[in-house]
């Protein structure tokens, strides 16, 4: 039995007295693409948190690759692209440091950029079709594309495990499309994509897996039992 | 008056010191601008203010006690911070309230405050030595490598904390990396345009390159340009006019200098205002 990319085993974890996760057990395998859904407030931001190691269960473990989800060789393992937009930004930064800032130096914090690095970064950004503005100030680009540079960040370097909140949220309904086929085709390469989402209906075509969270735990449903309302969404 | 600056070595001493000075804190001021945390250097050099006076006190080197006293007080100001003990604004407050009142009684209490106070405050950079000058040189020396080293990561860092934290790389030291670079700026600067000034030239400059730059490089190289153009220009008004201090015309330089960058600018720093269709 392979060892799950992502697997999470009987969290637990609160903010204050009543749990927001309690008992969840979840196992992601490699070339799973997985959409996790559920209603606000059920836990989705705050499982993922326990994912990349922003969190650390009150009890439970989450493990990545086998490993611990906090451990610092691990979370390098994993593109993370946060729902928000990089919109706090005090400074002008270019699209491509933006991205380039999703390269953590494997080895050595004094690692630089080497040309393998930079046709990664370049590779990110033409997924996320911003190749033409990598030299182009953050600021000046709109909501969408600034999500896009951010997805682009989580791509950078072929991850063996992918996290996204809400990817699709804010972008071009014409361009959905094309990311949602680039997570499934990285996902076939043998990623292990996790992607967070109000409206799976994005994903339902190419999705191997919807997971729905409620009374802080998270069960499969299958595809057909979502879009026949069974679930509240 | 003017050609003291070339002719006399107080006078040389003092443009290699502002010049050092005005390169230098950019290298900092940008990561501290990029996070908000633009009166970071304000907060150290209050607290060093104190250090001097500790120093008067036990009839050691002010600089050094100065040195001591702000790499101590910007670990504990990143601590409190981490650790959620205090917001960002309140730890400053405390620690300039702290450092300019601990100061004041210090040097009152050593019999040095009419003698020394102006001085640290504002600068007295006629009257450096040349071993100042070499500490200056040596400090900034050390800020303006450690940027470069860990710029990949510190810009990483300033950019999205979180998502830094998410990537392994290890933030909190980072941080504490960062405002202990602000501390050896601080006092660094504390004899060339004084305590109360020298966080200026961290962050004008800085805000002045935002405002032609398209990335944080650029943001940087023309900070270092504005910071060097400000400490020539304001030491040449000072030397000229013999009875301006130096620290006052070369900060005030840099404010005009953002202006004139803010007039001539494509775009608001801080503004973020989205101009192209998805």
């Known amino acids: 039995m392979p060892v799950a990319a992502v697997e999470a085993r009987r969290i637990r974890y609160g903010y204050g007295a009543a749990p927001v996760l309690d008992g969840l057990d979840l196992s992601v395998h490699a070339g799973q693409f997985v959409v996790l859904t559920g209603p606000n407030g059920s836990g989705k931001s705050t499982l993922i948190k326990l994912m990349v190691g922003l969190l650390t269960p009150d009890s439970g473990e989450v493990l990545i690759l086998g490993k611990p989800a906090s451990r610092r060789s691990v979370q390098r393992k994993v593109g993370y692209a946060p729902q928000s937009s990089p919109g706090r930004m005090v400074l002008p930064v270019s699209v491509i440091e933006l991205v380039e800032a999703g390269v953590a130096p494997p080895g050595s914090l004094l690692s630089r950029p080497g040309p393998e690095e930079r046709a990664e970064v370049s590779a990110a950004l033409e997924s996320v079709g911003l190749g033409e503005l990598a030299n182009e100030c953050v600021f000046e680009l709109s909501g969408g594309q600034q999500q896009r540079a951010v997805i682009a960040r989580a791509l950078v370097g072929d991850k063996p495990v992918l996290i996204l909140d809400e990817p699709t949220t804010g972008i071009d309904p014409a361009f959905r499309p094309r990311l949602v086929q680039d997570l499934r085709e990285r996902s076939d390469a043998g990623a292990a994509v996790i992607v967070v989402s109000h409206d799976p209906d994005d994903f339902h075509d190419v999705c191997d897996r919807i997971l729905f969270m409620e009374d802080g735990r998270v069960r499969d449903v299958a595809h057909e039992e979502f879009h026949a309302g069974e679930v509240a969404k | ?278």
Do not use: C
Request: charged share 10%.
């Open chain 2, 1 to 278: 008056m003017i050609d003291v600056l070339i002719t006399q070595e107080f006078g040389q001493r003092a443009l290699v010191a502002a010049t050092l000075i005005g390169v230098v804190a950019p290298f900092v001021g940008a990561f501290l601008v990029q996070r908000r945390l633009s009166l970071v250097g304000d907060g150290v050099g209050h607290l060093a203010l104190a250090g001097v006076a500790l120093g008067a006190l036990i009839g050691v080197s002010g600089t050094w006690s100065a040195l001591m006293v702000a790499l101590l007080g910007a670990g504990l100001l990143e601590l409190l911070r981490v650790r959620g003990r205090l917001t960002g604004d309140l730890s400053l407050a405390l620690l300039f309230y702290l450092g300019i009142a601990a100061g004041a009684v210090g040097l009152s209490l050593a019999g040095r405050f009419n003698t020394s106070a102006l001085g640290i405050l504002f600068g007295s950079l006629f009257s450096i030595s040349w071993g100042d000058v070499l500490l200056i040189a040596v400090l900034g020396a050390i800020v303006v490598l450690s940027v470069v080293l860990l710029y990949r990561p510190l810009l990483a860092v300033a950019l999205d904390e979180e998502t830094a934290r998410a990537a392994g790389l290890p933030v909190d030291l980072l941080n504490l990396l960062l405002v202990g670079l602000t501390a050896l700026l601080v006092v660094g600067g504390m004899r060339v345009v004084g305590l109360l000034l020298v966080a200026a030239l961290m962050v004008v400059p800085v805000a002045a390159g935002s405002k032609v730059a398209h990335s944080f490089r650029a943001t940087l190289g023309w900070a270092v340009v504005v910071g060097a153009a400000s400490a020539w220009v304001g030491l040449m008004i000072a030397a000229g006019q013999g009875e301006l201090v130096p620290g006052g015309t070369i900060v005030l330089t840099s404010i005009v200098a953002f202006i004139v960058f803010a007039a001539i600018g494509r775009r608001a720093a801080v503004a973020h205002r989205p101009r192209k269709s998805t």
